[in-house]
């Protein structure tokens, strides 16, 4: 997936999906040991786009991105 813009997740095969989820476990399991912070988004900038309001959902999409070393463009319930 290095490279690629997710768009939808029907962009991505079953495979893939399944890589995805085996790297976020190896990332909670680093989290819950205690260990320093994972960086793997150092250096990069992730836009959140929302365009139906969701409090909860972009406010933890967003912590995660910062979590693991990135930085965010916001861009939420643009209705208004």
Do not use: C, W
């Amino acid at each position: 997936m290095k490279g690629q813009d997710v768009l939808s997740l029907s962009q991505f095969d079953p495979k893939t999906i399944s890589l995805l989820f085996q790297e976020t476990e190896r990332i909670i399991k680093h989290y819950k040991a205690g260990k320093p912070a994972v960086n793997v988004l150092e250096g990069r900038v992730i836009a959140l786009l929302f365009f139906e309001p969701s409090s909860r959902t972009f406010g933890s999409f967003s912590s995660a991105v910062k979590r693991v070393g990135g930085s965010t463009i916001e861009l939420h319930d643009s209705r208004t």
